[in-house]
């Protein structure tokens, strides 16, 4: 049984920082590309930040030098490291998992982060 499960969500005030997991469970890890993405109410899913088995990182522009993504292919964990956090930052980030050679996708339930004074 394949699980993404998502953690490090919370309240923080603008400028404030979090860092949010996803712990997989039932893939090979390694073979997937991994990625975070969020959705605020009323707009489309949104990618934050991806990083493929390698190491290799892209980011939204909104994100660039504030985001961090990284993985841990032994221990099957993501993480994103969210410094100088906006209000516009406000919403539930997922994770999600794509096959690097079969149109094969997870993602989990995710977790909402809330950027506010």
């Known amino acids: 049984q394949v699980q993404l499960v998502e953690s490090g969500g919370g309240l923080v005030q603008p400028g404030g920082s979090l860092r949010l997991s996803c712990a997989a469970s039932g893939i090979s890890f390694s073979l997937y590309v991994m990625a975070w993405y969020r959705r605020a109410p009323g707009k489309q899913r949104e990618l934050v930040a991806s990083?493929?088995?390698?190491?290799?990182?892209t980011y939204a522009d909104s994100v660039k030098g504030r985001f961090t993504i990284s993985r841990d292919n032994a221990k099957k964990i993501l993480s994103l490291e969210m410094n100088s956090l906006r209000p516009e930052d406000t919403t539930v980030y997922s994770c999600?998992?794509?096959?690097?050679?079969?149109?094969?996708?997870?993602w989990g339930q995710g977790t909402q982060v809330t950027v506010s004074s």
């Open positions: 999600d998992a794509d096959h690097v050679s079969y149109e094969v996708n997870y």
């Open positions: 990083i493929t088995s390698t190491g290799r990182t």
